[in-house]
């Protein structure tokens, strides 16, 4: 699709929702708004929104044309045929002809497991009912009153209470496979909800498999618990599998066979919209019917079918209440689920069993590794199999290993059919976002390749000396790097030896995925997958895959990927063994508390081991002087302190008990600290999936752990985005007016230029968060409140230049240097 019609599309989509808004209120609608904000500021906000997701999507847009147009012109100068004109499709990751490139994308939207890049308003998918039309059910009284009864949709509810129990998932040979097992009765009720219009339904003469499929996809089965999708590799089901039908029918139809049935009601673009149209009903404004997702594909992604027109279902039955009714019973269901079935992580098979290299699986057994994790079993065969994979998989369950295997295991086939080389090709890169990730995983890569001789493993990451690389690599070759973006790409810029070596490149990996192609990384990891050999394997891996990056991971996927979620769609994305709380409290009171929370921690576990993490690195470096100040056990880790500092501090966290590490997000993301028992998060993380990685440091392979999360009262808007998750609000504690007094002596004792650091560092930082939705005064009013609660007189000034980048040259409040 072009960017102009996706442009057109948004615009007209957050005037929709704007107006809705503005209606909703003028109706006599709550006057107050999450986060306190009046509605005038609330309807500023979602236009804001609804701005910056379309700008979003036009760069997304962008970014993927112009990787095109490289291709192209470099296949121009190797002297290729024109790619676009001839596209070869055995080339995989090839470059492809535009209409090819919008075929992909919506292949990706109609697959099996592509229900979360669907918008609540993608109805079932089938023609509206005559007005009017009574079938055949006596007694009948619809919610109007009217007696029969109109073809009713289809009781969810009961879809999820029995046509799960009929659905076995079993896993006999290491690939997971639903077994369709309906039951005649539940089949016939399965049957009878579809009304006897088969057609209006699709592929009902068919087996039931896209019914079983999503069942699959969306939750987890009574026996076993994490049901990872392989969706990339199932074949599309067509109504009729012999019509040879076209490949967008087929997948129209597919949907209509089962996830369409999910009734989706909001007006919204994106996920935020959705759920606020939840939560308030808005689901009923009426007369509003979209056809196709925000996310649509220009003809592909035009429903053969129309889908029901929202308001002959609304008529009958009250839908905002229904999707809330079954998002309770899942999610309650699925909490209920996890804690029957996840006190392991490992699943039943060996790492003998799946057919790594006898040398490998004694280092393994060396490292206590015997079993698989469930993500392990899930991946394996795939990413040995050479497919290109994305897999989320919640934090702690060992994903590491699961790409570090399959690794290891193309480095000695690569090498095995070449000749010995002084200097070897890199066969694997590994790109991970932080320094300190990149030698986790370059420890456990080594401790895997223990008798591998010959086989190496080096890290390229920010901090060192480049020539000190350089020497590296040469004294010291490898097939397996480990890097962060911008080393590797200073590697790649400088035309060193190794941008020839990566010519030889069979693998590519992306740990923490979303958070590499996000856009702070984004420029970058298109320059490095520009370098890169194009017939490679890809594998991305995360505990979070938001919508956007699956829409944008096919810059490094081809385009028959798998998508493995051993999470699944409408699970907690948390592990279950974590309590996870919240508290609320005004700025000035948040030193106090974290006090308080960590001497009472302290007080009751033995060995205990806490991670705090703070918004930025100053405002770090100004906590963990506090707590030293008040004799507390704490280090102090972020990207301000010089590399050496950062890796003997990380160190020695891994390897201590009864320490606090005081952090930013520089430990949020894939650090493996063992036996972390509480992690607190002070103020709003830059968004959900932060929360959920920096969660995750506690509560690892199946182990208990403690999460809290302490906010201002003005931050709260932030639990609404995350409210699908187990949290629960409590009550302040009882704060000892001696350590009130205490604290103010120690806050006193520490240095002004630390404190001015953390105000700038904290304006910076909620200035940057767009969805905090408050204007520039009042952020500066609440970074003024802020000030006051570190022991501040006055906000520090701000050089010209900062203010004006910030926007907050002229805002009252505001401090310029003279
Ligand atoms: N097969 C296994 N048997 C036993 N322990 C394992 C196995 N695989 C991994 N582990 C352990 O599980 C822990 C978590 O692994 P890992 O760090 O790979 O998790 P992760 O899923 O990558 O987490 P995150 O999402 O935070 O990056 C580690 O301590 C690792 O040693």
New binding site residues.
């Given amino acids: 699709m072009s960017p102009s019609i996706l442009l057109e599309r948004h615009r007209a989509l957050s005037k929709l929702l704007c107006n809705l808004i503005f209606t909703r209120d003028m109706g006599g609608g709550p006057r107050t708004f999450p986060g306190g904000v009046n509605k005038w500021q609330w309807k500023r906000m979602h236009e804001k929104r609804a701005r910056e997701k379309e700008k979003r999507l036009l760069e997304q847009e962008k970014q993927l044309y112009q990787a095109r147009i490289r291709s192209q012109v470099r296949a121009k100068l190797a002297g290729k045929p024109d790619p676009y004109s001839n596209p070869d499709p055995s080339m995989g990751h090839g470059p492809m002809s535009p209409t090819d490139h919008i075929k992909a994308l919506a292949s990706r939207f109609m697959k099996e497991g592509a229900e979360d890049l669907w918008n609540e308003d993608d109805g079932p998918l089938k023609s509206p009912p005559p007005r009017g039309t009574f079938n055949e059910r006596p007694g009948f009284v619809g919610p109007n009153g009217r007696r029969g009864s109109i073809r009713s949709p289809i009781d969810l509810r009961q879809l999820i209470s029995e046509g799960r129990e009929n659905v076995n998932f079993t896993n006999p040979s290491g690939t997971y496979e639903n077994r369709r097992n309906y039951s005649g009765q539940s089949w016939r009720k399965f049957r009878r909800n579809e009304s006897s219009d088969e057609d209006d339904y699709g592929p009902l003469n068919e087996s039931p498999k896209p019914f079983a499929r999503n069942l699959a996809g969306n939750r987890r089965d009574m026996n076993s618990k994490e049901i990872p999708k392989i969706s990339g590799q199932r074949p599309r089901v067509s109504k009729d599998e012999n019509s040879g039908s076209d490949f967008e029918g087929e997948s129209v139809k597919y949907f209509g066979g089962s996830c369409s049935r999910w009734p989706r009601l909001s007006v919204g673009g994106g996920e935020e919209e959705e759920n606020e149209g939840i939560m308030r009903g808005r689901g009923r404004e009426r007369g509003v019917r979209k056809v196709g997702s925000s996310a649509s594909l220009g003809k592909y992604d035009v429903k053969i079918k129309k889908r029901v027109p929202l308001q002959s279902l609304e008529e009958e039955v009250d839908f905002p209440l229904q999707v809330e009714l079954i998002r309770h019973q899942l999610s309650k269901k699925s909490l209920v689920d996890e804690k029957r079935g996840e006190e392991s992580i490992?699943s039943q098979k060996r790492f003998d069993e799946c057919g790594i290299s006898p040398l490998t699986v004694k280092a393994l057994s060396a490292a206590?590794?015997v079993?698989?994790?469930r993500v392990?079993e899930a991946t394996l065969s795939a990413c040995l199999e050479g497919k290109d994979a994305l897999v989320k998989?919640k934090?702690?369950?060992?994903?590491?290993?699961a790409f570090l295997l399959p690794a290891i295991e193309t480095v000695l086939k690569a090498s095995s059919n070449t000749a010995i080389q002084r200097v070897p090709p890199i066969y694997v890169l590994i790109l991970c976002p932080t320094r300190e990730l990149a030698s986790q995983l370059a420890a456990e890569a080594n401790a895997m390749l223990k008798y591998h001789d010959g086989v190496c493993v080096q890290t390229l990451v920010g901090g060192t000396r480049f020539k000190d690389d350089q020497k590296r690599l040469e004294s010291d070759p490898c097939q397996i790097i480990v890097a962060t973006p911008g080393r590797l790409l200073d590697h790649i810029e400088n035309k060193s030896s190794l941008s020839l070596r990566l010519m030889g490149l069979k693998m590519l990996v992306l740990d923490e995925a979303d958070h590499l192609l996000d856009l702070g990384f984004r420029k970058d990891m298109e320059k490095i997958v520009d370098c890169l050999p194009r017939q490679r394997q890809s594998l991305l891996f995360s505990?979070t895959v938001p919508k956007e990056v699956r829409r944008i991971s096919q810059l490094v996927l081809k385009r028959e990927h798998a998508f493995i979620d051993t999470v699944g769609l409408g699970c907690v994305e948390t592990p279950a063994k974590i309590r996870q709380s919240c508290l609320i409290a005004s700025h000035e009171l948040h030193f106090q508390i974290v006090h308080h929370l960590l001497k009472e921690h302290i007080s009751q576990t033995p060995d205990y081991k806490v991670i705090v993490f703070c918004t930025t690195g100053m405002v770090t470096s100004l906590m963990c002087l506090l707590l030293r100040e008040m004799k507390m056990n704490v280090r102090e880790l972020h990207s301000r302190k010089p590399q050496l500092y950062r890796t003997r501090i990380s160190d020695e966290f891994r390897e201590s008990k009864r320490l606090i590490l005081v952090s930013s997000d520089v430990s949020a993301?894939?650090m493996?600290y063992?036996d972390v028992t509480l992690v607190t998060q002070i103020g709003i993380p830059s968004d959900r999936e932060q929360y959920i990685?920096r969660l995750?440091r506690t509560g690892?392979?199946g182990k208990e752990g403690e999460g809290i999360l302490l906010l201002a009262p003005w931050e709260e808007y932030f639990l609404d985005e995350i409210r699908d998750l187990p949290l629960e609000k409590v009550p302040l504690p009882h704060l000892d007016p001696n350590i009130k007094l205490k604290m103010e002596d120690s806050l006193a004792k520490i240095d002004t230029s630390v404190k001015e650091s953390a105000y700038h560092a904290w304006l910076g930082y909620y200035n940057s968060i767009r969805e905090i939705g408050r204007d520039k005064t009042t952020l500066v009013k609440l970074a003024n409140q802020f000030c006051q609660s570190i022991g501040l007189q006055k906000p520090p000034a701000l050089f010209r230049k900062t203010a004006l980048k910030m926007g907050l040259k002229d805002i009252p409040g505001i401090r310029i240097r003279k």
């Fill in positions: 490992l206590g590794y079993q698989m994790t392990q998989a934090t702690g369950t060992g994903k590491s290993a505990a993301r894939g493996n063992p990685h995750g690892r392979e």
